[in-house]
């Protein structure tokens, strides 16, 4: 495997259930992040993992727990979700930004999340 | 605060076409500048950037020239070719936080 994997690809889960994406990067680096990606509007930044702390945390609901435990793997966990929580979940990584500008994310193809 | 405004799509155009998506920003700062495209069914990939002011980012035929005059980093190709249907995102990087600030992404379609 190269590059950011996600999985699952696809996931159908009701208000009341429990579910886990899970992303794993192959490219050595220290920061990793979670996206909320939902139709007409801009991609939303929702958690970032440098050096596996989290050092941010973007006023998103409790439903929504992340854990990173590792610098290659994040997961989100899921839990009670509403149905506009429905989306396209992306992870990214890249390098621990050092104040230079020269930092490029590399993205996951993403997981379609359908809350019924 | 800092943000993004990218043209409404979708843009429709036929294959050989001259391409424009105007990308500008609101900044405190002096930002990195990066265009995104995401195709059917994958996540986003860079496809170019620009990290001062004049700089010129090109890939694949795509050129953009930060602006610091008009803060504006606009996306052009020569002749756009229908595999170049996806969605284009603008984005800014400021150093010192871990913040990507994306636009709200232009549709491309491109007709043979």
């Known amino acids: 495997e190269t590059g950011v994997t996600q999985t699952p690809r696809h996931l159908v889960m009701g208000m009341t259930n429990k579910k886990s994406l899970k992303c794993e990067q192959h490219?050595?680096?220290?920061?990793m992040y979670w996206y909320k990606q939902s139709a007409k509007k801009p991609l939303e930044l929702m958690f970032v993992?440098?050096?596996?702390?989290?050092?941010e945390n973007n006023s998103v609901p409790s439903r929504f727990s992340p854990e990173c435990p590792n610098s290659s793997h994040l997961f989100l966990h899921l839990h009670t979700l509403q149905p506009e929580d429905s989306a396209l979940y992306l992870c990214?990584?890249?390098?621990?930004?050092?104040?230079?500008?020269?930092?490029?994310?590399?993205f996951g193809p993403g997981t379609r999340l359908t809350v019924t | 605060g800092d943000s993004v405004t990218q043209m409404e799509g979708p843009v429709t155009l036929s294959e050989e076409a001259f391409l424009t998506i105007n990308c500008t920003y609101t900044?405190?700062?002096?930002?990195?500048l990066f265009w995104y495209v995401q195709y059917p069914g994958e996540g986003l990939q860079l496809l170019l950037k620009?990290?001062?002011?004049?700089d010129k980012g090109s890939n694949k035929g795509f050129e953009a020239t930060y602006r610091k005059e008009t803060t504006s980093f606009h996306l052009e190709k020569g002749s756009v070719q229908v595999s170049d249907s996806a969605v284009y995102f603008c984005?800014?990087?400021?150093?010192?936080?871990?913040?990507?600030?994306f636009g709200s992404g232009t549709r491309l379609l491109v007709r043979p």
């Open positions: 620009a990290t001062k002011a004049d």
């Open positions: 990214a990584s890249s390098q621990r930004p050092l104040g230079t500008g020269e930092v490029e994310q590399y």
């Open positions: 900044a405190t700062g002096y930002p990195s």
């Open positions: 993992y440098s050096l596996e702390e989290r050092v």
């Open positions: 984005a800014l990087w400021m150093d010192s936080s871990y913040k990507l600030i």
């Open positions: 490219l050595g680096h220290n920061a």
